[in-house]
């Protein structure tokens, strides 16, 4: 059963993160700023907390949760970094980036974390508040984006207000989030690093990094997250097209077309900052309008424009209720 409970909005100050910290010790469920997408935490050591996400996100599935600590040194606890994840923590964290590895014998987090898997997703988030407040939690926060299932992630504490309000203890309001897609999943649990989601940091950077090319997440796909549609808007969204009655969703100006532009300059970076935001939007607009179908301009399949893409792809996909 899910309790209606009067969602606090609270603000980016000491106070603020002092109340979150408070509602997570207490084992409630606080939406928390990262510099992808807003989070939705609990405390990673407590099961009925962990549970608590799947009901407020009515995630049908327990998929296993990406795990959040403040600095790469709390992360030997919970799991084994090899010499790969050790390069890659120096380089990327915090950040964007999302390591899949062996999970610790006796790490102290709650099954559900990890699905029952033997390995642990974590990240180092760079986002000033996330960082101080998971330095006064002073342990792991589990968080999956702040969306219910199957929608658009959340990319300020409006989204997150939308589609959780009244089923989460507090929203910490720190303005729209700076990446504005999730962070890159690296798998590092086989013989080959592999790509499990593109995300906000460029595969091509992961690459150069490590000096080996990252495997594609293959036909046995490990992070659930990548099957199917799961950031579905109402409309029927149509991409690449090149013409057809419908809003557009521009990359480059609008140039009289009705609809809106995720970047008039063709800047990734800024594209992706858009994404959720814009697609929350023009869906609105949408239903506003009776329209049926969302129009998108073909995107560069390079750097960021490969998470840009991933997302469309599955914000097109035919509707799994993931
Ligand atoms: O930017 C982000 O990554 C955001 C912020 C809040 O950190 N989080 C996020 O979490 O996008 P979520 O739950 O929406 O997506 C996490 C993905 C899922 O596809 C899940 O299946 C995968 O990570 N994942 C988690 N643990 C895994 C594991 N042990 N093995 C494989 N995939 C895993
Ligand atoms: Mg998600």
């Not at 807003?38 to 549970?51: H, I």
């Not at 607009?285 to 490969?306: K, Q, S, Y």
Request: glycine letters at 12%; one cysteine or more; aromatic letters at 4%.
């Amino acid at each position: 059963m899910l309790h209606e409970t009067n969602t606090i909005r609270l603000s980016d100050t000491e106070r603020g993160i002092r109340a979150a910290v408070a509602m997570l010790r207490a084992g409630q469920l606080v939406a928390i700023p990262t510099e992808t997408v807003y989070g939705l935490a609990a405390d990673a050591t407590n099961p009925r907390a962990v549970a608590a996400i799947f009901e407020a996100k009515g995630r049908p599935r327990f998929n296993p949760l990406i795990v959040h600590v403040h600095a790469s040194s709390e992360i030997n606890a919970l799991a084994v970094m090899d010499d790969r994840a050790t390069r890659l923590a120096d380089a990327f964290w915090p950040g964007p980036l999302t390591l899949v590895l062996p999970l610790r014998d006796g790490a102290p987090l709650a099954d559900l974390v990890t699905a029952g898997l033997d390995s642990v997703a974590v990240r180092v988030p760079a986002h000033p508040t996330a960082q101080k407040l998971l330095r006064a939690f002073g342990g792991p926060l589990a968080a999956p984006s702040a969306n219910p299932s199957g929608r658009i992630s959340a990319t300020t504490a409006d989204h997150v207000m939308e589609g959780l309000g009244g089923r989460i203890a507090g929203v910490l309001d720190a303005g729209p989030t700076g990446v504005g897609v999730e962070s890159t999943i690296v798998g590092l649990t086989g013989e080959r690093p592999q790509l499990l989601r593109p995300g906000g940091l460029p595969v091509e950077a992961i690459e150069a990094c490590l000096g080996d090319q990252l495997a594609g997440a293959g036909p046995g796909i490990t992070a659930p997250g990548q099957l199917g549609s799961h950031y579905a808007p109402d409309a029927h969204l149509v991409l690449n097209a090149a013409n057809g009655e419908g809003l557009w969703l521009a990359f480059g100006p609008l140039a009289g077309r009705r609809g809106l532009s995720l970047t008039e300059s063709r800047d990734l970076v800024e594209a992706a900052a858009n994404l959720f935001a814009h697609l929350h939007e023009i869906d609105a607009m949408a239903r506003a309008e009776g329209v049926e179908r969302i129009l998108v301009d073909p995107i560069p399949e390079t750097g960021l424009g490969r998470a840009i893409n991933d997302r469309l792809r599955r914000a097109a996909a035919p509707r799994r209720g993931d």
